[in-house]
């Protein structure tokens, strides 16, 4: 038999994969990387979103950015990446095949990383088989690698980041959501995701499911119901939506089979079927590893410091570096990974329901329901000033592990701490000079400008706009408050774009005073009304 | 839980089920069916290629294998109320030398003997039965009687009705030995220590029998063996004939549903080194072998796509035949194990002699050529 | 559906030769190199199958080439993933009906 | 240890539900109503119910569907999810044309 050799094979190029392979690399192993996509990345490359955290974690980066960049020290280590290559098995004696091109290749390794990610969960209701039900990693995969688009309306279920996040990335793509739900009674993703859904005007339907997706051929519309405390509709709470498109965005479970299959120890949990693994990801099989969400869900920013733990232990494993050296780099990966791991959204919080910030504050009610903070709400948080001058509003209510902002203001008017996870403070000792740099900063764009009295009676609010087409200065159109509802008649003064904005555009609108503190989205007047 | 029976049978398989089936429609009360798995038919009973064949076999074979076909298979679904997608068109053995078809000549003769309908097919024949086989193909035995069915809803098919019919089930009950009790094998003693008692045991439990028949001072002479199979994509239909060749390197048919399933060796089962046997893992190199042994006589197939590929242990009987019958070093003990990786057939007409033998009335052939303690020395 | 001419993050769609295919017999326009199932959405084929059992429509729900619900009969061949075959200048595509191009 | 039977009294007989129609395997079009029916007749772990009605037996392997058939089982079985033992994962993990599979040997197989 014709077997290729190799000192580490890694099975999935996508975040963890990668940065195992880089690591390893960097301490002189040889690593073979096999991926059955076109491109490697993972789902990098379709995540256009910026992503949270701190420097060390690549914050307020775009997720295909840091695809790009992986990709950029992977050929810069010497990293193989074989793409189009469908690994078929994983058996016991560190042995894969692997399809490339129209035949299969054996490849044996002395260790083996398995990080092959995750694939989508899935509800069943009434229709879900029709044409236009589709999974909501489809939807992103339609839109930002294929660059078509999934539907013209569209209903998404699920409201965790993943729901969250696509939904925005839908309206950018030019769809219309017409309404998100989710049968949990709290919205499950970061509030700040939700805030940016609920300021284009989408409403949020928590306690609700899809009841039925109707059509004969394909989707024409879909019914939705509430669901009460024993998972049953409850009768007269139907609501019908003429849509094209449902997405499913209901979870995501590891994509484990090949550690089953190779004879690792599995275990059943609530997050799905996982390896056992010790900390640096070692399975029951001595040689075999897992990184990323294979071995149990989280963000991309984990899975790639899963991965440089996962691909030190290996060189170490294999002798290509020192215990020492090991210890020292997994000591420090661990600090990054245990700060992401901290806050609201942290691994151990998981299904609690959190009432209060970590500075005491009481969590908006509004937020975990309707997707947006409401006006009395808002001004209980340490981001949120009232300033005559200008100065940012940070509407970040809750604490999750991101500190661009603070990085970004050379001023110092944004202060964080050590803490990471606290919420953002505005330092009203330092003064504003309406730089933009925090708001573009803002993964959750959550940070807007606000300045009083531009002219008598009027301010101005700059706000974060990432849409097609960019309205341009002079253009009179309508501000949205929080809830995308209409407030107020504005015209646009400013708009500002940068590369250091990285695609963030800085709209800047001209309202009355008593609406800064209520407008934050802006719609081009034929297309916005009020009600 | 009630641990006393009439009959306790060791083994969820299909001669397990089927046996118990057809205790129960013979009217015996208690029957008791203990599986070490957590899944009936977990062993070979669901991971054979379906084949109910007569051809082929050993003359020892022949008789209930013939039975089973004439008098079982074709009502069982009906029986059953599970449809086990019997099929009773036919099977081609095939053969590209001349060395082959000597072969197939020498096993039709045989089957020939003992009254079977087998005869042998030149290649034009062979094209006309099936038109979708290689042209290298130069004869082939052709049984018409023979035919497949599905094992996965047989076996189920039995447990679920013996179920109905009041039979009981354990399934991850391990058998750990058996005991006498005053010089009869009674008890049955599981890995938990849980004991239970029965006036008849039936032991049908694969490869697993010998270890279990050995503490009672029994030897079932047989080792193990791996045998991996294959399934493709559902295909428009095609055939509905089984197919095997002479020189056996590959078994299959087309099932209802329209997947190929078919079976195929690499050569290395014979050295197979399982650290865990009961991982069934299968082989990094079978696979392809096992393709490219059915592409050799059905090419038409290389653009059908495997859905998934498993493997099962064989328990090979010295001499290639199993071992049926009561044990007469053990009074108390019936067996019914080795099957060499041809049991599943047969399975519906041994399970109705086990059922007779735990009677004791007349089997409804004579199997006495398959009596447990049959093994001589060869010198 | 149409296609993403603009993207406020991604710029520009980058551009791709158009080529023509079949789409049950009929010709059609697509970018090469692009899935299957992107040129029949933009063109707005939603239907690519119907199911063996009980002759259901289907059409794309995962576009990774996990679900095989997309699959169709391409040049002759039934259960070809749509959504990760790269379409090619002159190809067949055809609705499947159970594993066939033909309605049983 | 299982007892099939005391386990089959405990969780009742087969009650018909509104949804039982629904699709749970899309490949070989399974329903709910299937799934619980055969829990009543005595099929308890996923390896028997695959077998029993082809729910992910078909070209996804039971990728889109296997958690829901877990479920499904788990609250007719009146268990957790993680009573029910997922399948077995085997090659190949995607489906793999026959002529492919066959080219193994490092030159094109004839």
């Known amino acids: 038999m014709d077997i290729r050799r190799y000192d580490m094979i890694v099975i999935g190029a996508g975040p963890a994969g990668l940065s195992a392979a880089i690591e390893a690399a960097k301490h002189g192993v040889k690593p073979i990387v096999f991926d059955e996509n076109a491109r490697p990345g993972g789902q990098l490359f379709k995540q256009i979103h910026k992503f949270f955290g701190s420097k060390e974690h690549k914050a307020k980066i775009r997720g295909f950015k840091i695809g790009e960049e992986l990709l950029a020290e992977a050929e810069k280590f010497g990293v193989e990446v074989v793409l189009n290559a469908t690994v078929v098995g994983l058996y016991p004696d560190k042995e894969v095949t692997v399809k490339i091109g129209d035949e299969i290749q054996h490849f044996k390794g002395d260790s083996i990383l398995v990080a092959t990610g995750a694939s989508e969960n899935m509800v069943n209701f009434k229709g879900w088989t029709l044409p236009g039900v589709i999974g909501a990693g489809a939807a992103q995969t339609m839109m930002n690698l294929h660059h078509i688009l999934p539907g013209k309306k569209v209903l998404m279920l699920g409201s965790g980041n993943v729901g969250l996040v696509v939904s925005f990335q839908l309206m950018q793509a030019g769809c219309e959501v017409v309404a998100l739900c989710d049968a949990a009674p709290r919205i499950g993703g970061y509030g700040v995701h939700a805030a940016k859904v609920a300021r284009c005007g989408v409403p949020f339907y928590l306690s609700h499911t899809i009841i039925e997706a109707e059509g004969d051929e394909y989707v024409t519309g879909v019914t939705i119901g509430e669901v009460g405390p024993d998972w049953k509709i409850i009768p007269g709470t139907k609501k019908h939506f003429d849509v094209d498109t449902i997405c499913l965005a209901v979870g995501l479970s590891p994509m484990s089979q090949l550690l089953d299959q190779a004879g690792c120890r599995m275990k059943d949990t609530r997050g799905g079927f996982v390896p056992e693994c010790d900390a640096e990801g070692q399975t029951s099989v001595p040689g075999i590893y897992a990184a990323g969400d294979v071995s149990g869900i989280e963000e991309a920013s984990s899975a790639m410091i899963e991965g440089r733990i996962s691909g030190i232990t290996i060189a170490e494993y294999l002798g290509f570096a020192e215990n020492e050296e090991k210890e020292s780099r997994i000591n420090e990966l661990e600090v990054q990974l245990d700060t992401l791991r901290q806050g609201m959204f942290a691994p151990a919080n998981r299904g609690k329901k959190i009432e209060k910030t970590e500075e005491g504050i009481a969590i908006s009610e509004n937020l975990l329901v309707k997707g947006f903070v409401s006006d009395e709400e808002i001004g209980r948080f340490p981001g949120v000033t009232k300033q005559r001058k200008i100065h940012p509003v940070m509407e970040c209510t809750q604490n999750i592990p991101c500190n661009p902002c603070q990085d970004a203001c050379k001023r110092g008017c944004i202060s964080i701490g050590s803490n990471i996870t606290s919420l953002p403070v505005v330092d009203k000792e330092h003064e504003c000079i309406g730089c933009g740099l925090c708001v573009a900063s803002c993964s959750g764009q959550a940070i807007f400008l606000v300045e009083e009295d531009v002219e008598p009676g009027y301010g101005e609010v700059t706000m974060p706009y990432e849409f097609m087409p960019l309205p341009v200065v002079g253009e009179k159109g309508i501000a949205c408050g929080r809830d995308g509802r209409a407030v107020c008649d504005c015209e646009v003064t400013k708009v500002r774009t940068s590369p250091a904005f990285d695609h963030t555009n800085l709209l800047t609108i001209k309202v009355p005073n008593d609406m800064l503190m209520k407008a934050r989205f802006y719609r081009a007047k034929k297309e916005a009304a009020y009600d | 839980m009630n641990k006393t029976a009439d009959v306790i049978i060791i083994g969820g398989g299909i001669v397990g089920c089927a046996t118990a089936y057809y205790l129960a429609k013979s009217g015996t009360k208690q029957v008791i069916v203990l599986e070490a798995s957590k899944s009936i038919g977990h062993g070979g009973s669901c991971r054979n290629g379906g084949g109910v064949r007569q051809s082929g076999r050993d003359v020892r074979e022949l008789p209930y294998a013939m039975y089973g076909i004439q008098h079982l298979w074709p009502t069982l679904s009906e029986e059953l109320g599970v449809d086990v997608e019997y099929t009773q068109k036919g099977n081609l053995r095939l053969g590209k030398t001349q060395a082959h078809l000597e072969k197939l000549q020498k096993l039709a003769d045989n089957a020939k003997a003992v009254g079977l309908g087998v005869e042998m097919v030149d290649a034009k024949e062979v094209q006309e039965i099936c038109p979708y086989l290689s042209k290298d193909i130069i004869g082939a035995s052709w049984c018409p009687t023979d035919g497949h069915a599905n094992p996965l809803t047989t076996t189920l098919g039995y447990y679920k009705r013996s179920l109905e019919m009041g039979v009981s089930y354990y399934t991850d009950a391990k058998v750990a030995m058996l005991k006498k009790v005053r010089g009869k094998v009674h008890q049955v003693i599981l890995t938990d220590g849980t004991v239970f008692e029965g006036e008849h045991i039936v032991l049908c439990a694969g490869y697993e029998s010998r270890a279990i028949a050995r503490t009672v001072g029994v030897d079932l002479p047989m080792t193990k063996l791996i045998d991996e199979m294959f399934v493709t994509e559902m295909q428009p239909h095609m055939f509905d004939i089984m197919l095997g060749t002479a020189s056996a390197d590959f078994y299959g048919h087309q099932a209802h549903h329209g997947s190929f399933v078919f079976g195929s060796e690499c050569g290395y089962e014979e050295v197979t080194d399982m650290e865990d046997p009961s991982k069934l893992y299968t082989n990094a190199m079978t696979l392809s072998a096992s393709c490219r042994a059915v592409m050799d006589y059905v090419p038409c197939l290389k653009g059908a796509k495997v859905v998934r590929s498993w493997c099962g242990w064989l328990d090979n009987a010295f001499d290639g035949v199993p071992f049926i019958g009561d044990c007469k070093d053990a009074e108390g003990l019936t067996v019914a194990c080795g099957f060499t990786g041809h049991g599943f057939g047969t399975a519906p007409a041994v399970g109705l002699m086990l059922s007779q033998i735990v009677h004791g009335e007349k089997t409804v052939v004579d199997i006495s050529a398959l009596a447990p303690n049959r093994f001589k020395p060869n010198k | ?104 | 240890m299982i007892d099939i039977r005391q386990k089959l009294e405990e969780i009742g007989a087969f009650e018909p539900h509104a949804d039982d129609g629904l699709l749970v395997c899309r490949c070989e079009e399974v329903t709910k109503g299937e799934i619980r029916k055969a829990v009543h007749e005595g099929i308890f772990t996923i390896e028997e119910m695959r077998r029993y009605l082809r729910n992910g037996m078909g070209l996804c392997q039971g990728q889109t569907c296997g958690r829901l058939v877990k479920s499904i089982m788990a609250a007719e079985l009146k268990e957790t999810p993680d009573y029910v033992e997922p399948a077995s994962a085997r090659a190949p993990m995607r489906p793999i044309e026959m002529e492919i599979l066959g080219k193994d040997q490092g030159g094109a197989y004839e």
């Not at chain 3, 158009?18 to 959405?41: D, S």
């Not at chain 3, 707005?44 to 619900?69: L, N, Q, S, W």
């Not at chain 3, 039934?78 to 067949?92: D, E, Q, V």
């Open chain 3, 1 to 104: 559906m149409g296609r993403i001419e603009n993207h406020p993050i991604l710029g520009a769609s980058p551009e791709g030769k158009m080529v023509t295919f079949y789409y049950n017999g009929e010709p059609m326009e697509g970018m090469e190199g692009e899935p299957i199932m992107a040129a029949l959405k933009v063109n707005g084929v939603m239907v690519h199958r119907y199911t063996a059992k009980t002759h259901e429509p289907r059409g794309v729900f995962c576009a990774i080439g996990r679900c095989t619900d997309c699959v169709m009969v391409v040049d002759g061949k039934p259960n070809i993933r749509t959504c990760i075959t790269p379409l090619k200048a002159g190809m067949k595509v055809e609705t499947q009906y159970g594993v066939s191009a033909k309605e049983a």
